[in-house]
């Protein structure tokens, strides 16, 4: 994806004025708009605050020759301290094969977002280049305020189409949390393996836990992350690079490899980290005898693990945790929501959590697709991602019609 960033550099950029738009505490500073083959993308940078750090892209996707009314507009949100590139990648470096390119390329415009910290140089935060104190702040609550921007500009861009709103891991719970907050200003939502809430006994005890212990860590000012993801990014570039290499990570026999690590990272369930709010959460269903995924695609896998940005929040974990163990600030109005919903899960990631959610939307129209034996990412970097992702969202606009 790197690679086919930078071909994209090369196809065409164009700088225009930032645009004179502002809510108050949302301020557009700059806008870009470049051409990626058949498609045009624009990059709106939002100030959302009084520090750099208070910063988010809002990006727009849509055909070079769309015409002036789109067939629909999209607005994705992506996993944690991902940008809107988790969109546009394939393993192949192939643009059109994208979730992006092919929601676009069907006349669709698709609106996107890469979440305030993007950018932000690894050792920025620890050595003060940049003052990273307005992330105990964010969360959900930062999500929400930066898509009902986006939400305004989608509206003054195309009066009369309500858009549909989806998002994957965090995303997901991030559309949660919106249509929680701003009901009315959707037509439909999809979510992708994205949980907020919880029945399960056991989930909500681990998660009360888990909660407790961020938001002692917040209070006492820690308030990001700036070493785990790295740590994700290494893993994946020694599994691609040099897949059968011993690995240089301390804690595993000699001769374990580098490919078995990441398929112990992302296979075995990790049931003490705060990250994994089921106990047998996993990733990515595999063996670490057998040295391999089951649905998950090596390439396709490690392209989008390395997109990971340096940083991100812990009151996003928190807000996660918190919701998982019963908290409802962001799940106490669901029931107002009353267009189609689909919830895509997976029986080892959130296929659960989907159908305690599918209870408090009373009034919505909803689908659940869980998938067995899918870990919390096989369905998107499966090589068959466009039978479990893209058609089956596709499939279910087209029979829901998408609008209220």
Do not use: K
């Amino acid at each position: 994806m790197r690679r086919c960033l930078g071909t994209l550099a090369c196809l065409g950029a164009l700088a225009v004025p930032a645009a004179a738009a502002a809510d108050g505490t949302h301020q557009v500073i700059d806008q870009r708009t470049v051409r990626i083959g058949p498609f045009v993308r624009t990059d709106t940078t939002v100030q959302a605050g009084a520090e750099p750090v208070d910063r988010f892209v809002m990006h727009r996707l849509r055909r070079l020759h769309g015409g002036h009314r789109p067939r629909g507009v999209l607005l994705v949100l992506g996993p944690l301290a991902n940008r809107f590139d988790f969109f546009e990648t394939d393993e192949h470096g192939i643009y059109a094969r994208s979730f992006g390119a092919f929601f676009a390329a069907l006349g669709w415009e698709v609106w996107g977002y890469s979440p305030r910290g993007t950018g932000l140089a690894a050792g920025a935060c620890e050595s003060g280049a940049a003052d990273c104190a307005p992330m105990a702040d964010w969360g959900l609550a930062a999500f929400v305020d930066d898509v009902a921007f986006i939400r305004d500009r989608i509206a003054a861009r195309h009066p009369g189409i309500e858009p549909v709103l989806g998002g994957y891991s965090l995303g997901g719970a991030a559309v949660i949390a919106t249509l929680n907050a701003h009901p009315d200003d959707y037509a439909a939502a999809f979510v992708v393996e994205g949980a907020l809430y919880s029945e399960d006994p056991e989930i909500l005890d681990r998660n009360v836990v888990f909660c407790a212990d961020l938001d002692a860590l917040i209070a006492a000012g820690f308030v990001f992350d700036g070493e785990s993801l790295p740590v994700l990014r290494l893993l994946a570039t020694l599994a691609g690079e040099d897949p059968d290499g011993e690995t240089p990570f301390p804690g595993f026999p000699p001769g374990f490899t580098n490919h078995q690590v990441l398929v112990f990272a992302l296979a075995v369930p990790q049931p003490d980290d705060p990250f994994n709010q089921t106990p047998d959460f996993i990733r990515c269903a595999g063996s670490v005898e057998e040295d391999r995924f089951f649905h998950c695609s090596d390439p396709r896998t490690v392209a989008h693990l390395l997109l990971f940005n340096d940083y991100f929040d812990l009151r996003s974990v928190r807000d996660l945790t918190c919701g998982m163990g019963g908290d409802r600030t962001h799940t106490d109005d669901l029931g107002a929501f009353d267009g189609p919903v689909l919830l895509i899960g997976g029986e080892l990631g959130f296929a659960g959590q989907n159908l305690d959610l599918a209870g408090l939307l009373v009034a919505a129209d909803v689908t659940v697709e869980n998938q067995p034996g899918f870990g919390h990412a096989d369905h998107w970097f499966s090589v068959r991602h466009r039978r479990f992702v893209e058609g089956e969202i596709l499939r279910w606009l087209v029979r829901t019609r998408w609008q209220r």
